[in-house]
């Protein structure tokens, strides 16, 4: 039986997981100026530090409940939060092209 703390726990992982996606998707779509070296980036990078993070949660701060194997913290611990995140950054948030920036290097 899964105890309520493991489940919050999870929820955490998953929740962190998909936070840390969005921005560091936010982060390559606005430094890069290629399309397919964003697609690149976000595929090879964003997967690489979400599971060193879930390594982290999971080993030495405990979070979470044994999901049975690695194919399953794969899928609900990496897969799902980077789906969410990346989701979130393209369809939610504007373009970053379409963001107006204030002038604050003005020269005196």
């Given amino acids: 039986m899964v105890s309520v703390a493991d489940l919050v726990g999870l929820a955490v992982v998953v929740g962190v997981n998909a936070v840390i996606a969005a921005l560091a998707t936010r982060f390559i779509r606005v430094r890069l100026d290629t399309q397919w070296g964003v697609a690149l980036y976000i595929a090879l990078l964003v997967p690489t530090v979400l599971f060193v993070t879930t390594l982290v949660a999971t080993g030495p701060v405990g979070l979470g409940p044994d999901l049975g194997g690695a194919t399953a913290v794969l899928g609900v611990a990496v897969a799902l939060p980077f789906a969410l995140g990346v989701a979130f ?20």
Avoid at 89 to 108: G, H
């Fill in 89 to 108: 950054d393209y369809f939610w948030m504007p373009a970053p092209e379409e963001v107006e920036l204030p002038d604050t290097l003005r020269e005196s």
